[in-house]
């Protein structure tokens, strides 16, 4: 695109938009939503990276870190105290919970906007955080000026937003499918049980025993059963946008692949309301929503349709008995669920539009 | 061990044994639940293997249809109208529904036993049968008589059993955590959400664009949505068993493994009943079972640790809420989901420990 | 970056780019090599899809052939026989060798330039194509006009080419490293042997016992041993472009990973060449290559690094004697392996930057 | 079998059975070659487990380490220091080299036999040891009386063995289909390049950013290229079987699958011999092996159908040119690459059939 803009000899306009490209800092470049979001800005024709930090491989080039970027002139690795912040419209952080905090609070006075990926700005309440991430939240006056941003439902509340608290990748594939269902007072809040699957990808980049291949490939398993850290964060959206009180129960399995997410609820409608009203709500409230596609009738979502891609896939169907119906949604759980959604978060406090740089498909095979 | 014997020169005892050696004759030995039988009855005691039948193969050697066999001096395969029935104490039959039946119903006569590992006698109603297969029971009487192997719930109804019906793979996995809890007034038969994943052999051996590699590795999948064929065997044997209807919800998901099977269920406690009652439940239950773990509190089944083996190792988790629990199994759905169990039951039919042959540990890495 | 250009109300220039953008049909859309290029034209500033076709599944949605592209609003999939020609500007044919002839010989005449990703018209000689493939050559003539497009080495006789031959994946990845090496004369002819490796992808989609998932996963085999149809192609291009005949002896592995491939060659050193002139050789021959990087030394190259790009990787090593050194390269067997360079070639046709459209990084994790 | 006997009531032939058999220690039985003797000896008539010993994970249950083995009852793990030397009579030592031969210097004087899975005694010359594993060796005497175990090759020499070194798995499966071609003198020992292709098992279990799945799946990668450890040790052995002096040629790839090894040599005839010559001389050295098989004229050997099995699949082929040929084995790596083969190897030591307690088929699908 840029070289037909150049054989047109368009300078002007050229200069034109080269001047409002915004520059972006990435944290935590050496992880896996990292690199996802460089990934990502490869096409993003508003957006250049600027900046990269990552603690632990300051120094070192970013091809050393992930050998697929080597070629494309990225800056260095450096720690975020050496970013010339003044330089820089957006940090992206994709730092462990924890970390961001502190870091995020450093920065923010000097970044016109972070874009958060991690765990720290996404419960509004601090105590509440603190009882579930296990360590107190240091910067709860930070934390009222953060917004969610379960895009779809966000976009008003995003516009020109300095803080911006991304999703986990379990709300956002569950929160998706089930809002307009709540929202719209179809579906019992009584029971809520939400069987999740999940990539190995959602576990980061880390030496860990328990992410070899050899304990993966080849096997499956629960984890973080009964206790899963999304479960508030989906429970206090539910009452956000809908009032509703909910006790959701989420259980995430970890299967041998890359990327890719499902959730499969199992809901009770409320009379009389039937299956046709559960598709009719998700087909209204996601018609325009260049990212969501609920499949036609029948059609089961898989996660391979959306790997790479900002996608989520939903549909809904007849279960044996009358009352209820299950809801199933895929996204990928790195880019919807995560860095995908950052940068779509961003083009939204913009004011640009929501798939600015996004609009790739996914990728198979 | 057959060469320790025969070292210590007891030939009188060797001789004793090798006449009580059963004749096994495998139906459908081209297919994954085939060449299982023949994988675990390697180290069977009892039972050695005469006859292999395969309609689409039959001449080929066993070698050319799974070459890990080739060295083990099987006999060729062949169609099964050419076996020497008279000579056959037990037929493994691994054949497609429909086919299965047609086939069992002309070797009946003929011999002593018949394992049928096919969906075609697990349904004890005729029709209920036709609605869920689309195709007539043709053999209602045959029907009658066939005993459910669902091995743990049914030692003493498999004794001196003539045909037997093994179980679905994932009726298995769910009835097998399930049962105690219902059995013992437990948990509420109203709401059971089943969310299950399995890997792909279950699906069978067979050309299809669906099955390949491309198509399936690096993704996940829901299928049968709403209407999978087991959920119906599910609610029949729950009510044989505890005498409660059910309607359970069945959503089963395909993941890149070969074998390997959740079930993740969310089950509602009846009060006053908690967590640990349901733990005891499962105690007590399998305390003396062979091949039933219930795992130390808090760990969590991995398919994994039970792939290859007859075994399924399951546990009850506090949810969220008081008032659930989480109840997860794992089995390997081409042993104790299938082939292992159908040796389990022969086993128990013929008065023998339900464990020979098949006291293998899980296959890991 | 159309919305931007909307925005900045450079109507008459936008009108201008649109006016040259160049309609593409794709023959044979419902393969993997099909979808591949439809996936990498999403990002083709100058080449717009127009028409799909797919004899077997002729009059189905593009979405439910690849349920990725869904949403794209792609045209539905046709027979050729019912394109509008006229309209096209080029096509890539995506079909079956033997299908490939019969159908390009029709479309040639009406079409400005046709790019073949098919074996048809790869080796010149007509009586060798009879040997290899099994089948004669129907099109001679049209065979001798065909350019064979290994981009790198080909970028002057691809400009204007009417009919394109995309080399396969096989001589793709061993002629890139190989080639300098013979040209510069610094390797002997006598002893090339190529040991490789390849994703599943390779062998195309189809229904098929052997392509399952459950036949491949957690393992690994050679094929076509001696007798590959892609060694007799290499030999050709070396004697093409260097004069030198060679006999290469090239074995593939297929092992369980869609994408992918890795050439492995030792390489006996023309005296008294040395290990580094081997590197620089390599350096110097794609120091202006946009898509091929030569690792820094010590580097080994992986395929997951280029995986989904259209980028080469390769390196030199020292073996563990003097005479010898160890040339590996990868591509995606998909992209620079196939589809990727197809368009590569295309652009280079049109006299276009030659990674116009392609400057995708590789999908990693 | 054991069932069988006691309901015989032959307790006196059963008392003697059991007073024969051989108590065994395993050394850094938390690794994976460790839990694979576990698994084989499940199943061997004359070997039991009476010791299992893990430095970093002393005292935890064998079930906490392998979830698989919990049902098992086997001894916990402790520090080998503390094992009642005196009672055990053979050792499988499964730990990294270097510990390897300290430990076995301490112990070695108080069993009867050490099985040495590692490097440690592989090498005879211990400077060429120090020179390829980067560390001195401490125990040149007792490298002297080391016997080297390839088990096809080694019968006599293993016969009352006191310390045995297992061979690597690269030349096991290089050394099996070599060595007799090399000893009839029907290939040139000038050029041997072997290209090899392992599962990540081989790695070992360790927590490794570089072994985990994420950064595993969907790619391929060659590693210790021109310098990998087993080559030297390759030489060696071909020298001392047949008295040719080699310098091998070896790049082993690793491939996203657990277990199974491919080595692929392209050989040169010597004049007169053709391919025929070849595969006579594999079919008449192996003819009475119990784990090698020379595959029917064209089968090509698949890692897959020899997983988890002793067994050794080879084949040769005609290559394009009259005076080269390729040849081709597989192994599972842990199995006949090391655990296996260190099985086989004590079964020797003692006199016994070579394949008590091995006859396992290939663990398929």
Request: hydrophobic share 40%; proline share 6%.
């Amino acid at each position: 695109m840029f070289q037909a803009l150049r054989e047109t000899g368009a300078l002007f306009l050229w200069n034109e938009i080269m001047s409002n490209i915004k520059k972006a800092a990435i944290l935590g470049a050496s992880g896996y939503t990292g690199v996802e979001v460089i990934r990502l800005l490869q096409h993003h024709p508003k957006l250049e990276i600027s900046a990269l930090t990552g603690h632990s491989r300051a120094g070192e080039r970013a091809g050393d870190v992930f050998a697929n970027t080597a070629h494309l002139g990225l800056p260095d690795l450096q720690d975020w105290q050496e970013v010339n912040w003044p330089d820089i419209d957006v940090a992206f952080a994709c730092l462990p919970h924890g970390a961001s905090q502190e870091t995020i609070a450093e920065i923010l006075p000097h970044v016109p906007t972070v874009v958060d990926l991690s765990a720290d700005f996404r419960l509004r309440d601090p105590e509440l955080y603190s009882k579930v991430y296990g360590r107190p939240h240091n910067f709860p006056d930070i934390l009222e000026e953060a917004v969610y941003g379960l895009s779809e439902w966000a976009r008003e509340s995003l516009r020109e937003a300095k803080l911006i608290a991304c999703p986990g990748c379990f709300p956002t594939c569950t929160l998706l499918p089930l809002l307009p269902l709540l929202k719209d007072e179809l579906i019992e809040t009584s029971s809520l049980p939400i069987s999740a699957i999940t990539g190995v990808t959602g576990a980061g980049r880390k030496a860990s025993l328990g992410l070899t291949y050899t304990e993966l490939a080849e096997g499956a398993h629960a984890y973080g059963v009964g206790s899963h850290r999304h479960a508030p964060e989906i429970d206090q959206i539910i009452e956000r946008v809908t009032g509703q009180k909910t006790n959701v129960s989420l259980t995430p399995h970890l299967v041998p692949m890359n990327r890719g997410m499902i959730t499969t609820t199992v809901v009770k409608l409320k009379e009389p309301n039937t299956y046709n009203e559960l598709r009719e709500s998700l087909k209204a409230t996601y018609q325009d929503s260049k990212f969501i596609t609920v499949l036609p009738e029948g059609d089961i979502p898989q996660t391979r349709h959306v790997r790479g891609s900002n996608r989520c896939h939903m549909n809904v169907f007849r279960d044996r008995t009358a009352g209820t119906a299950i809801v199933i949604a895929v996204i990928d759980n790195l880019t919807k669920g995560s860095s995908g959604q950052a940068i779509q978060n961003y083009n939204l406090s913009q004011g640009w539009e929501e798939n600015l740089g996004l609009d790739i498909i996914g990728f198979f095979p």
